[in-house]
């Protein structure tokens, strides 16, 4: 499996500034109340992600002319899954749909991930089915609409690399 092009604001990074890293984090409105007995109650009013991507090589990245003030659009190279004990899976609306492949499923199979064939309509993603699976997994790449301030940037003249690293949330 190829990795796939990570694209901020509609602009492709072009390999010789290509991320190392791409991660996701939980933003949430949520509070975690205690009764009179010591239980736990979580309120919560919305759940968002973060994500944290990187790069270096020896060029810069191409960001310097988005309008940081407005969100902004990542086509995520890092894939997310979801688990199902069917071969039946909802996915999320905000995916990319410009790959070849953007969805892929997996059995699993004892302990190990089996590719199986997927269809997709619309949001509903149906594996084949696969002798001995006890779930499946659905893989997809976010398609996320941010708020960031921007990537910071550095050049390391001894080594004539450049690094960069954005932080986002989204909207």
């Known amino acids: 499996m190829s990795v796939p092009t990570l ?6 990074i072009a390999l010789q500034t290509f991320p190392a890293t791409q991660s996701y984090g939980p933003l949430e409105g949520a509070t975690v109340h205690r009764m009179l007995n010591g239980a736990a109650v979580k309120q919560q ?3 968002k992600l973060t994500t944290s991507i990187s790069g270096d090589g020896w060029a810069p990245a191409a960001l310097a002319g988005v309008d ?3 969100p902004v ?3 995520c190279m890092q894939p997310r899954a979801i688990h199902s004990a069917t071969v ?3 996915l999320p609306a905000a995916r990319r749909s410009d790959l070849a492949v953007n969805v892929i499923a997996l ?3 004892g302990n190990e991930l089996v590719p199986t064939p997927v269809s997709v309509l619309v949001n509903a993603a149906t594996a ?3 002798t001995g699976a006890t779930s499946y997994q659905f893989m997809y790449y976010p398609k996320l609409s941010c708020y960031s301030s921007g990537p910071e940037e550095s050049l ?3 080594g004539a690399a450049y690094a960069w690293s954005l932080e986002a949330e989204e909207v």
Do not use: P, Q
């Open 45 to 47: 009013h919305w759940r």
């Open 88 to 90: 039946n899976a909802t």
């Open 107 to 109: 059995a699993v199979v």
């Open 7 to 12: 694209k901020i604001a509609g602009v492709e």
């Open 156 to 158: 390391d003249m001894t």
């Open 68 to 70: 940081w003030s407005a």
């Open 128 to 130: 084949t089915a696969v």
């Open 73 to 75: 659009e990542i086509l």
